[in-house]
C-alpha cells in the first residue's frame, strides 16, 4: 500500500504554464517601456536568448535559468546586459509569486494525506532556490516531508537519479511510493521506470486517455483524491 505521495510542482500543485504567460508579458511591457523595443523585438530575442541557453547547458536545472534568458535577452537587443536583467528577473518572478495559487482541491487533499500519516515529498525540475519559494508562497511549508530538485540530483526527469534520491531520502522501498505528475515522459514514465505507482494529472484528459489500462489518469484533484483513497490503506 502506498505510504508516500511524491508531487511534480509546476502544473501539478497549481497552474504554471498561465502565470508563465502572464509573467512573460509582464516583463514586456518593462522592456517596452524602458528601451522603447517593439513586442515583437523583444519576443524574438526572448525565444532566441531561452533556445541558446538550453542548447548551451542541455538538460540541466540551469538551463531554466530565467536571469540567464533575461541577460542573453538583452545582449540580442544590443543592450549592456547589466542595464535591465536584474530588474526584467525581479519583475517576473515577483509577478509570478504574487499572483500563485494551489489547484482547487489540492488543499484537502494534503490535508487527508496528512491525517492518514502518508509522507508527502516534492520532485521538481528546475532551480532549488526558486522552487523552495514557490512552495513557501503556496502555503506548503508544513506539507513537505521531502523535496528534490534536479539542481540537487544533477540531473532532470527522467533520470533515474532524482527518482532513486526522492526515495532515499523518504526511505521507503518504490512500490509503496505513488509519483503525480503532469508529463507524461518526464513524471510518469520516469517514475514508474524507477518502480513507482504513478498517476498522470493531465488537466485536459480526453474520456479515451482517462480509460487507458496501461496508467491512471486524473483531470482534477477531485478525481485525484477518489483514485488516492483507492489506494492507500482504509482510504482517505
Request: aromatic share 10%; charged share 30%.
Amino acid at each position: 500500500m502506498i505510504k508516500a505521495v511524491i508531487f511534480d510542482l509546476d502544473d501539478t500543485l497549481y497552474d504554471y504554464k498561465a502565470l508563465e504567460r502572464a509573467a512573460f508579458e509582464c516583463v514586456g511591457g518593462l522592456v517596452r517601456e524602458r528601451l522603447g523595443v517593439s513586442e515583437e523585438q523583444y519576443e524574438d530575442a526572448f525565444m532566441r536568448a531561452r533556445q541558446t541557453t538550453k542548447e548551451m547547458l542541455g538538460e540541466t536545472a540551469t538551463s531554466h535559468s530565467r536571469m540567464l534568458y533575461f541577460q542573453k535577452t538583452l545582449e540580442y537587443l544590443d543592450i549592456r546586459p547589466l542595464y535591465l536583467a536584474l530588474e526584467m528577473y525581479e519583475t517576473y518572478w515577483g509577478f509570478f509569486l504574487d499572483n500563485m495559487c494551489l489547484y482547487p482541491g489540492a488543499r484537502e487533499l494534503l490535508e487527508a494525506l496528512h491525517e492518514k500519516y502518508i509522507r508527502v515529498g516534492v520532485c521538481t525540475d528546475l532551480l532549488a532556490h526558486i522552487q523552495h519559494r514557490k512552495l513557501r508562497r503556496l502555503g506548503m511549508i508544513d506539507d513537505v516531508d521531502c523535496m528534490v530538485t534536479s539542481e540537487e540530483a544533477g540531473a532532470e526527469k527522467p533520470a533515474s537519479g532524482i527518482f532513486e534520491l526522492c526515495l532515499q531520502k523518504l526511505r521507503l522501498p518504490a512500490a509503496e511510493v505513488c509519483f503525480v505528475g503532469d508529463n507524461l515522459e518526464r513524471d510518469i514514465k520516469g517514475a514508474t521506470a524507477a518502480g513507482m505507482q504513478a498517476i498522470w494529472f493531465h488537466t485536459g484528459a480526453s474520456q479515451e486517455e482517462k480509460e487507458r489500462d496501461d496508467i491512471d489518469v486524473v483531470s482534477d484533484y477531485g478525481e485525484l483524491y477518489e483514485l488516492l483513497g483507492r489506494k492507500i490503506e482504509g482510504g482517505l
